[in-house]
């Protein structure tokens, strides 16, 4: 079975960093794309960042962008989302979501940042900033 096994969060001040890891397991294409949401109380769930396993193209979210970094150890099959200058709004449940099919990043790549994208979820983990 597909795995996806998000964690990392906790509580940090604001200007601070955390770095969030997602652990994929269950499945064996070389090509597929994993996601990073979240979702703060009250509001939707948002597309923050991806990136593509097979050649490594990224894509942030505006919101994000600059402070937040994404990457992966293909070795061990896992996604890390390293944040930085964290701020207040930042404050939500983060997810994981792997879609299994490849995609070819370029002037479409805001489209991954959209749920029904990804095949996959993992459980959660929650990140709160304090002020």
């Known amino acids: 079975d597909v795995q996806l096994q998000a964690s990392g969060g906790g509580l940090v001040q604001a200007g601070g960093s955390l770095r969030l890891s997602c652990a994929a397991s269950g499945f064996t294409f070389d090509d597929y794309v994993i996601g990073w949401f979240r979702q703060a109380p009250g509001k939707e769930r948002e597309g923050v960042s991806c990136?593509?396993?097979?050649?490594?193209?990224?894509y942030y979210a505006d919101s994000v962008k600059g402070r937040f970094t994404i990457s992966s150890d293909n070795a061990k099959n896992t996604v890390y989302l390293q944040m930085d200058s964290l701020k207040p709004e930042d404050t939500a449940v983060y997810y994981c979501?792997?879609?299994?099919?490849?995609?070819?990043?370029?002037?479409?790549?805001?489209?991954?940042?959209?749920?029904?994208?990804?095949?996959?979820w993992g459980q959660g983990t929650q990140v709160t900033v304090s002020s």
């Open positions: 990136i593509s396993i097979d050649d490594i193209s990224t």
């Open positions: 979501a792997l879609r299994l099919e490849g995609y070819e990043f370029g002037k479409s790549s805001r489209a991954l940042m959209l749920d029904y994208e990804y095949d996959y």
